[in-house]
């Protein structure tokens, strides 16, 4: 059985950081495509942040250079690495592993809740 659990959210000021992660078990990150989604409120669930099989890494615009995914394998989590956060990036942040494009996804973690307040 796989699951994915997330931590780390919590509240912050605009300009802070925070590092999410997402402990894996039943599936191992460093076969699998995973990546980091988020939902605002009243807003559609978007990827975020991609990490592939072979440890290539892809952002939405909207976060590059602010935020950083990576992968420990030996740890079996995968992290999202938050700096310069804004109002804007509130949501529940999600952990998933899918297909190399993260168009169809394997399983979804539980969600943590990020708040940035300005």
């Known amino acids: 059985q796989v699951q994915l ?10 300009g ?3 590092r999410l992660s997402c402990a894996a078990s039943g599936i191992m990150f460093s076969i699998n495509h995973a990546g980091w989604y988020r939902q605002g409120s009243g807003k559609q669930r978007e990827l975020v942040a991609r990490i592939t099989m072979g440890g290539s890494t892809s952002y939405v615009d909207s976060v590059k250079g602010r935020f950083t995914i990576s992968r420990d394998s030996a ?4 992290y999202l690495q938050m700096n310069s956060l804004k109002p804007e990036d509130t ?3 999600y952990c998933a592993v899918g297909d190399y494009s993260m168009a169809s996804i394997k399983s979804w973690g539980q ?3 990020v708040t ?3």
């Open 75 to 78: 740890k079996n989590t995968v």
């Open 91 to 93: 949501a529940v942040y």
């Open 111 to 113: 969600g943590t809740q």
């Open 116 to 118: 940035v307040s300005s």
């Open 5 to 14: 659990v997330e931590s780390g959210g919590g509240l912050v000021q605009a």
């Open 16 to 18: 802070g950081s925070l």
